[in-house]
């Protein structure tokens, strides 16, 4: 059973390009969380969806936008892009939103933007 | 506002002694609180987590947590140290709901555990 999976590994961007990140999460599993974790920092929540509806949002720009497809799998697209978006990018799944329920974290993207 | 606090930003343990690394948050109700693990090049694992019962919760790989409300604490044990344990640890709190279910996680700065043969 393969857990969540993301693609790339790696990226390297320009200023003011545009990037596209993908996930697939666990088999099973119906939400997918995203999170920035900058160098040296804890993991700081973009956004989450359900349903193929974002659900809530982190205190991030409109240039961060997501969206997720009928099987479950999602995108995180940043316009724009900054040297501050710099960061590993990490998706999470879960079975529902519910408190307790265990997150399963893909290994992330290394965005760096140059 | 929810916040996690991880004093220390890194730490090193002799393989075999004892760790206990610190987690305190801020939060008006009972808090979910859970502490994660992050090897280099991988995503996060989940060690334990805590919502409701005995204070003393167990994990995977031989962690334990106990949750103090009167300090707002949340700190990660383990007896012994292995070298495999050197990692990056990560205590997290889901915030309250706002008129539905969330498990969106509030995570701290996290502390970097280094192993000393």
């Known amino acids: 059973d393969a857990g969540v999976t993301q693609s790339p590994t790696h990226l390297i961007k320009t200023r003011g390009q545009q990037v596209t990140l993908r996930c697939s999460p666990k088999s099973g599993h119906d939400t997918v969380s995203w999170y920035q974790q900058a160098l040296g920092q804890g993991p700081q929540f973009i956004f989450q969806?359900?349903?193929?509806?974002?659900?809530q949002r982190g205190n991030f720009p409109d240039r961060f936008s997501g969206h997720q497809f009928p099987n479950y799998s999602s995108e995180l697209n940043v316009n724009a892009l900054w040297l501050g978006d710099s960061a590993l990018y990490l998706c999470?799944?879960?079975?529902?939103?519910?408190?307790?329920?265990?997150?399963?974290f893909g290994p992330g993207t290394r965005l760096t933007v140059t | 506002a929810q916040s996690v606090t991880q004093p220390d930003i890194h730490i090193t343990v002799s393989e075999g002694a004892s760790l206990e690394l610190r987690c305190n948050y801020s939060y008006g109700a009972t808090p979910y609180l859970f502490w994660y693990v992050q090897s280099p090049g991988q995503g996060l694992q989940l060690l334990l987590k805590y919502f409701s019962g005995d204070t003393l919760v167990q994990g995977i790989k031989g962690f334990e947590a106990e949750f103090k409300r009167s300090q707002s604490s949340f700190n990660l044990r383990k007896p012994s140290v292995h070298w495999s344990d050197a990692a990056e640890y990560f205590c997290a709190v889901v915030t309250s709901n706002y008129g539905g279910a969330t498990n969106k996680l509030i995570f701290g700065t996290g502390t970097l555990l280094a192993v000393q043969p």
């Open positions: 999470a799944s879960s079975s529902g939103t519910f408190r307790g329920g265990e997150q399963y």
């Open positions: 969806y359900y349903e193929e509806e974002e659900r």
